[in-house]
């Protein structure tokens, strides 16, 4: 049986597969490509290419590379071709607003031994306040959710960039406005990163093609599992962009191990 994660109402939900005769759980153990969802993706595109339905289709492709892990009996690393044995993580912290409170996350996230945190706040004195706190050698990213118009976010790019940001996360509303990253890239001096609200690979073409980021994050739970997310590595070496897979933040402990042993597979954590 094999154990797929997606997300509903914000809550974390566990598909569980389990092939029904020998020939698919061959399929599964020998090629979980195979077992891809384009010919699904064709049938239910009535529904749409994204969403809930996106969300549906990744857990149980994640399912069948979980049957495939255990029919081989090796992590998802090795079934992938092997990679490196170890990764620079980051701290993803929540948003506090409170600088005082931003002080103490960034505080104790560096002394766990971090040395590069994500916050999550849109003001410009809590990011002041974090940048402060975690001092000139620790990497910061800012990851906003969608709030600016392309305006808004040029006009607080402005006042951001004075903290020496690793990369600004999704800055735009809407997060398909691909044209208005690329100029928030070009005019603004911080390194841009999306991807995580891009569901097809086409999408993710137009993205790279539009020279919109320099930072791709895939979300596996939401853009059709595995086996999507392996194709998005070669499109992004081809933009020489580096590939920073997302993952839900309610489903970090269940997912990241997940999208770590990709990683190891690929080495795309530059």
Same mark, same amino acid.
């Given at each position: ?8 109402? @914000?809550?974390?939900? %566990? ?9 698919? +759980? &061959?399929? #599964? !153990? ?104 975690? @001092?000139?050698?620790? %990497? ?9 118009? +392309? &305006?808004? #976010? !040029? ?116």
């Amino acid at each position: 049986m094999g154990r797929g994660l997606w997300l509903s109402r @914000g809550r974390l939900r %566990e598909t569980c597969c389990r092939p029904t005769d020998r020939a698919a +759980l &061959h399929r #599964a !153990r020998c090629d979980p490509d195979r077992a891809s969802f384009v010919d699904v993706q064709k049938k239910l595109h009535v529904f749409g290419r994204g969403g809930a339905l996106a969300f549906a289709i990744s857990a149980v492709d994640i399912a069948l590379w979980d049957i495939a892990g255990k029919a081989a009996n090796a992590p998802l690393c090795r079934l992938l071709g092997g990679g490196g044995s170890e990764l620079h993580c980051y701290a993803s912290l929540a948003r506090y607003s409170e600088p005082s409170l931003v002080r103490a996350a960034v505080r104790q996230a560096i002394e766990a031994g971090f040395h590069t945190l994500k916050l999550h706040e849109i003001e410009r004195a809590a990011v002041r306040a974090a940048r402060e706190e975690a @001092g000139p050698d620790v %990497e910061l990213t800012l990851d906003v959710n969608c709030p600016w118009t +392309l &305006h808004e #976010a !040029r006009q607080m790019a402005e006042k951001l960039k004075a903290i020496d940001l690793k990369w600004l996360e999704e800055p735009l509303w809407p997060p398909e406005n691909f044209d208005g990253l690329a100029t928030l890239r070009d005019v603004s001096g911080i390194p841009i990163a999306a991807g995580e609200n891009v569901y097809t690979l086409m999408d993710f073409g137009r993205l790279l093609a539009a020279g919109a980021v320099d930072f791709v994050q895939p979300s596996p739970a939401k853009m059709g599992g595995i086996s999507e997310l392996r194709r998005i590595f070669p499109l992004a070496t081809l933009h020489n962009v580096p590939v920073m897979p997302h993952s839900f933040f309610t489903m970090a402990r269940a997912f990241w191990p997940q999208s770590m042993r990709l990683l190891r597979s690929e080495q795309r954590i530059p």
